[in-house]
């Protein structure tokens, strides 16, 4: 079973400039998240997906930050603009229910270096 | 303000000895817990859980214990081998918020 694949893998940027990340969760999963892990941290929460509703969104910086989930299966995270800040590993997960007790997989995750 | 904290960045452990890893919470609320170990170049992968009702949970190589009182939860690895160097995530959640609030980690080495 393939796990949750994100893209690109790494991504260098100047400031100012836009990015984005995509991430398509396993075959089945009706949640999605997409999290920020900053360095010596562990994630946050960015967004939550359920099919292809954003239930909880209260921590993305909606100022710069936007993200869309069509159909309900991959989803896409965007950044504009990139500030020197955002630099981080951006990581995708998904889970078959929104639970807490369902288990989150994890992508390998998006290494975003701004300049 | 660090809900979850794990205050040791790093642990070296010797192969075949048992690797201790602490997680401290703050929020009395949180009736979830769960560990995640996460190599390199790789995203987390769940390792155990704990509900609050509980104050123990094993599987295989893996207990984790917790202290409500205390709001302390300890990761046991016995006995410890080379593929468990990591770094081992903690991780909580309250009721019906689903967010996962998470230490910083802690670097576990396992030395031959």
């Known amino acids: 079973e393939a796990g949750v694949v994100q893209s690109p893998r790494y991504k260098i940027i100047e400031k100012k400039q836009p990015v984005a990340f995509w991430c398509n969760p396993i075959?089945?999963?009706?949640?999605l998240y997409w999290y920020r892990q900053n360095l010596g941290q562990g994630p946050e929460l960015l967004i939550r997906?359920?099919?292809?509703?954003?239930?909880?969104d209260s921590q993305l910086p909606k100022d710069r930050f936007s993200a869309e989930r069509l159909k309900g299966v991959d989803s896409t995270l965007k950044i504009q603009p990139a500030e020197l800040g955002d630099s981080a590993v951006y990581l995708c997960?998904?889970?078959?229910?929104?639970?807490?007790?369902?288990?989150?997989?994890f992508g390998p995750g998006t290494r975003l270096t701004v300049l | 303000d660090q809900q979850v904290k794990q205050n040791s960045p790093s642990l070296s452990v010797q192969e075949g000895r048992i690797s201790i890893l602490n997680c401290d919470y703050t929020?009395?609320?949180?009736?979830?817990f769960l560990w995640y170990k996460k190599y390199p170049a790789e995203g987390p992968t769940f390792l155990i859980s704990?509900?609050?009702i509980k104050d123990k949970n094993e599987d295989g190589r893996f207990t984790v214990f917790l202290n409500k009182s205390a709001k302390h939860l300890s990761l046991h690895i016995v006995p410890s081998q080379p593929g468990d160097s990591a770094v081992y995530f903690c991780a909580a959640s309250a009721g019906s918020n689903y967010q996962l609030i998470w230490g910083a980690g802690t670097k576990l080495i396992i030395k031959p």
């Open positions: 997960a998904s889970s078959f229910l929104a639970g807490p007790t369902d288990t989150q997989y």
């Open positions: 075959s089945g999963h009706n949640t």
């Open positions: 929020n009395s609320m949180f009736d979830y």
């Open positions: 704990i509900s609050s």
């Open positions: 997906y359920e099919n292809e509703e954003a239930v909880d």
